[in-house]
């Protein structure tokens, strides 16, 4: 999970790792600017999710787990 570049329209998966390894139990994802990227969370592997570029820009990524652990990484969308 460290910082992202995407293209406009364009697709990426990112993993991230969370410490402890138990605070993988339930992995939520967010985008802090959804006109500049979208995300959505894996549906086999809780540890992933797929970023999407809506317009070129810059936003934060954040992945909470459900103890409250997080890591927030910054993702920079660019024009194709």
Same mark, same amino acid.
Do not use: H, M, R, W
């Given at each position: #999970?460290? @910082?992202?570049?995407?293209?406009?329209? !364009? *697709?990426?998966?990112? &993993?991230?790792?969370l410490t402890?390894?138990? !605070?993988?139990? @339930? =992995?939520?994802y967010s985008?802090?600017?959804?006109? /500049?990227? &979208?995300?959505?969370? @894996? !549906? $086999?592997?809780?540890?992933?999710? *797929?970023?999407?570029? /809506? %317009?070129?820009?810059? !936003?934060? =990524?954040?992945? =909470?787990?459900?103890? #409250?652990?997080?890591? &927030?990484?910054?993702? $920079?969308?660019?024009? %194709?």
């Amino acid at each position: #999970g460290s @910082d992202q570049t995407v293209v406009e329209e !364009a *697709t990426k998966s990112v &993993t991230f790792t969370l410490t402890p390894a138990d !605070a993988t139990s @339930d =992995l939520s994802y967010s985008s802090s600017d959804e006109s /500049v990227f &979208t995300v959505e969370p @894996d !549906a $086999t592997n809780k540890n992933k999710c *797929t970023i999407e570029g /809506v %317009e070129a820009g810059t !936003a934060n =990524l954040t992945c =909470l787990a459900d103890n #409250g652990v997080y890591k &927030t990484v910054e993702v $920079t969308v660019t024009a %194709e």
